[in-house]
């Protein structure tokens, strides 16, 4: 009698894990920004496109309701179960923090018991619509990379509609409607996820998947479905990343669909249990939202793989010669072409479209790498490097032979060793240098940059002191 409960429990967990397995945990990597190589003119860069990790958003976000006034327990006010007229046993008071139903209260861990939500009054001015605006708000531009996912602890609101702003909150538009009747809601004919294709995925379509009614745990949740459309291009599992990456490359429309800067969830109609509303008992109507989701990055034009919170603000890490929120500007003096977003192609390293040097109408492409070219080991260190770009990070950028960073602007090297890495040993005597690199590759000074350092060093000072 066992064996037909041992089989249906292999198969539950069978489908559990294939569940869990539909996608990888992340669609793309991208984590290095740059790395030292050894050429034939010695130590340089390798450039990379680069992205932040992606993590939960919603650590960095702020939210406003409107109604400002429209959270429960001021006054106090007690509700009855939508599935249960006579239970009316839940009581909130803005006052008692056990009893209090705050908004911060659906960003907070889950997993708890009793479960902590979000809860707005009741319908008490019914017939006059129960309709409430959500706006998460991260004053930062930022990249989607997984479904977004409302968990309600009440029943799933009859109609709702989740929209989208690109430009801090000034202009808005739809992600997507949900309704239990889509026609009737929104006149807009009732569709899923499946139905769209890569030629209408950025279209906006009215869904009843999630409107149904209380039932049972997991039919409190309504999702945007991010990866569903990642897997348009990229095939049901995401293993074709090219594709879609190709497709995030060349397709600005595309790239601009899973960006934002904040999302709004527009309440419209609480859920009635598919029944006419009870007049005589308005406390079992209300909204009550138990966690969101919003899992992404920051958008750093793929010239950075950090992004820091501070100050109750988001700022990518810029490399690449950049600068800005957003990595969206060339920096001071790297103006020898125009920034450029960089390219996830060709996997897996992608293209850095870095920001080059300029000096006097000629373009360098990395100041220290032409130092290291141009300046004699002899040189005095001021004259080493003098841009101001970061010159050593004890991670990335490591000062050599014993060399220690100094504010990431310049290397204090051991004696007997200079240079902007502290790569050369010293000069030996007043006319020579030796140009050994401590067991690595020399390197060798082409005859015209020998006779023309001296110009060369002077224009780059003049620069740094503009």
């Known amino acids: 009698m066992l064996w037909p409960a041992l089989f249906t429990l292999q198969a539950v967990c069978t489908s559990v894990a294939h569940s869990m397995q539909h996608y990888p945990a992340a669609w793309g990597h991208y984590d290095v920004c740059k790395s030292q190589i050894y050429t034939e003119e010695g130590l340089t860069w390798d ?57 911060e209260l659906m960003f907070d861990f889950e997993g708890r018991n009793p479960t902590t939500f979000w809860q707005s009054t009741s319908w008490k001015k019914y017939p006059k619509p129960l309709q409430v605006n959500i706006t998460l708000s991260w004053n930062k531009t930022i990249e989607l990379t997984d479904d977004i996912i409302l968990t309600f602890e009440s029943g799933r609101p009859e109609q709702m509609v989740l929209e989208k702003s690109l430009d801090y909150g000034r202009t808005w538009t739809p992600y997507q409607f949900y309704a239990t009747d889509c026609l009737d809601a929104f006149t807009m004919e009732p569709k899923t996820v499946n139905d769209l294709t890569q030629r209408t995925l950025l279209d906006i379509i009215c869904t009843e998947d999630y409107s149904r009614g209380y039932v049972w745990k997991n039919d409190k949740t309504v999702r945007f479905e991010i990866k569903d459309r990642f897997a348009l291009f990229a095939g049901p599992r995401l293993h074709n990343m090219a594709s879609l990456y190709g497709q995030l490359d060349t397709t600005k429309n595309l790239r601009d669909f899973f960006t934002i800067t904040d999302l709004r969830i527009k309440l419209l109609k609480p859920a ?53 929120p957003d990595c969206s500007r060339c920096k001071r003096h790297y103006h020898g072409r125009a920034w450029s977003v960089g390219s996830y192609l060709p ?34 260190c001021p004259f080493c490097f003098v841009s101001a770009a970061r010159v050593c990070d004890n991670a990335m950028l490591r000062c050599q032979n014993g060399g220690t960073c100094h504010h990431h602007q310049r290397c204090h090297c051991s004696p007997g060793f200079s240079g902007v890495l502290c790569e050369r040993a010293r000069c030996q005597g007043p006319e020579e240098c030796d140009d050994q690199l401590s067991g690595r590759a020399s390197f060798h000074h082409p005859p015209i940059i020998q006779l023309t350092f001296t110009l060369v060093v002077l224009l780059l000072l003049i620069v740094s002191l503009c």
């Open 347 to 380: 996997i897996p390293k992608g293209t850095a479209n870095i920001c080059k040097y300029i000096i006097l109408g000629f373009t360098l492409p990395n100041v220290s790498a032409v130092a290291l070219l141009i300046t004699p080991s002899c040189l005095p």
């Open 272 to 324: 009635t249990g598919a029944t006419m509303v009870d007049e005589n008992n308005l406390s079992r109507y209300f909204y009550a939202i138990s966690d969101i989701k919003v899992q992404g990055r920051c958008k750093c034009n793929l010239h950075a793989n950090s992004c820091v919170f501070d100050k109750g603000k988001l700022g990518c890490e810029c490399e690449h010669n950049t600068t800005g």
């Open 47 to 103: 450039y990379m496109a680069c992205q932040p990790e992606a993590t939960d958003m919603t650590k960095y976000l702020r939210v406003a309701l409107d109604p400002p006034n429209i959270t429960c327990g001021d006054p106090p006010e007690t509700y009855c179960a939508l599935e249960n007229p006579y239970m009316c046993n839940n009581e909130c008071d803005a006052t008692t923090e056990e009893l209090a139903h705050p908004p």
